[in-house]
């Protein structure tokens, strides 16, 4: 009897894994069918990046495009100053001068609101925290001041094996022309890559690691954008880019983060709006939805394999 048993429980755990493998990889294409149904029909050029727990490569909409990055590279610049930090090259407890004079002017920067007086000191620490988590452009330029410019982040990134990303200008240089925005850019697979990476725990010590995790949770721009249709307790470590409106068009509505799901694994999404004459609450909306789908696609896989 016992010779006869085990064969039939190989068989029925080769046939369960086998249905599980089946609908995991033929729900796929539904995926992209409801993201392709959301972004059809905007007048905005989307890219859509969606890297599922139990994907080899990521879902890509637009995949060839080059989507111009905005603030979404301050997670970039993050992982580079961190990465010094874990070098020794810099401390976190670090202080910088602050000179108000000569400092972006007329800019998103919650930082110089603040903190009083012509002249202060921050720690490089928390230029991290109001870049990552507020977005701040002042900070973000002493923070490429610091790690050497542009050149040093976007050669720091072709380290990483990203080749798909171009950084050539600081937050000064893209207010002081509209246009050059357009040159700090990222494909989407690129976006998928350095969140995958960064999800992994490849780049970073766990101290550094577990700060820039700590900063992008409690990102408080772009609340209406992947985190929108969420559930309320779900996590999600973000950064977003936003740029503005010129003629009637806003060159980038952006967010890429990662989702927890209820099991603890990641659903990493990115969703870049491009030159849209839609409206911001359109714009976002669009981010919103897709990352809704994505969450939703991946709880419908976890109660179709799992036992009743």
């Known amino acids: 009897m016992n010779l006869i048993a085990k064969p039939v429980l190989k068989v029925t755990a080769v046939l369960v894994l086998t249905l599980s493998s089946f609908v995991v990889s033929a729900q796929s294409p539904l995926l992209k069918e409801q993201i392709e149904t959301i972004v059809t029909g905007k007048k905005a050029t989307v890219g859509v990046a969606v890297w599922g727990p139990d994907d080899l490569e990521p879902l890509l909409v637009n995949p060839f495009e080059k989507f111009p990055m905005q603030s979404v590279f301050k997670l970039h610049l993050a992982l580079l100053v961190l990465h010094q930090v874990d070098q020794g090259k810099l401390e ?22 603040d903190y009083q007086g012509d002249e202060f000191t921050v ?17 973000c330029d002493l923070l490429f001041e610091l790690i050497g410019g542009p050149a040093a982040l976007h050669a720091y990134i072709q ?34 890559r350095i969140l995958k990476k960064f999800q992994q725990k490849k780049l970073l010590s766990e101290t550094s690691q577990a700060l820039l995790w700590k900063w992008m949770v409690e990102t408080t721009t772009g609340p209406a954008r992947l985190k929108g249709l969420l559930p309320a307790d779900a996590v999600v470590a973000h950064k977003t880019g936003t740029s503005g409106v010129r003629v009637g068009k806003t060159a980038a509505t952006n967010d890429m983060g990662v989702i927890m799901l209820p099991d603890g694994r990641a659903l990493l999404v990115a969703v870049f709006v491009k030159d849209s004459a839609e409206s911001n ?12 789908a994505a969450y939703q696609f991946e709880l419908k896989k976890l109660s179709a394999v799992s036992p009743n």
């Open 123 to 139: 720690t490089i620490e928390q230029l991290l925290q109001y870049s990552v988590s507020h977005s701040d452009n002042v900070a």
């Open 281 to 292: 609450k359109i714009n976002e909306a669009i981010i919103a939805q897709v990352a809704q």
């Open 159 to 192: 380290s990483l094996g990203i080749a798909e990303t171009e950084v050539v200008a600081n937050e000064a240089q893209m207010h002081a022309d509209d246009q050059v925005q357009y040159q700090n850019w990222t494909s989407m697979k690129a976006a998928a």
């Open 92 to 113: 976190l407890s670090q202080s910088v001068a602050v000179k108000r004079a000569e400092v972006l002017q007329n800019t998103w920067a919650p930082m110089m609101k």
